[in-house]
């Protein structure tokens, strides 16, 4: 991840509140909305103010919307498990967002694929064929003497 915070006290507290978040989801929080649900990073501003919680959920859009109205519902009780647990003067604000890294690896992944299958199309056409006129169709020094 080139773009977490260079401050190592945000890291950390980003890192725990990731363990937290996770356990608490995995554990304590039992909203028949929310889905399977992985945390997949936790960005902190450099102030220790605000926390970005980033998580994936595994099924439709539905379940996508319905897990994203049970992690807002239950926002304030993980808050609250995160001061707890961390210590920190202040806790951090919680905002969760749907991470779109597994659907933008699955358009890429398509492209690959979309990809090795016309390069394949090609390499088929190109079987058994040449190139029309000479093998070497450009002037040469000794070529120019001649005419």
Known sequence: MADRPENPRARKLADRIKEIVAQMLDTRIKDPRLGFVTVTDVRVTGDLQNASVFYTVYGSDEERAGTAAALESAKGV????VGKQTGVRLTPALEFHLDSMPESAASLDA??????RKDAELAA???????????????????????
């Open 111 to 116: 492209a690959l694929v979309e990809a090795r």
């Open 78 to 81: 993980i808050r609250s498990e």
């Open 125 to 147: 056409l190109r079987e058994g064929k040449s190139f029309a006129g000479e093998a070497d169709p450009y002037r040469k020094p000794e070529d120019e003497t001649e005419g």
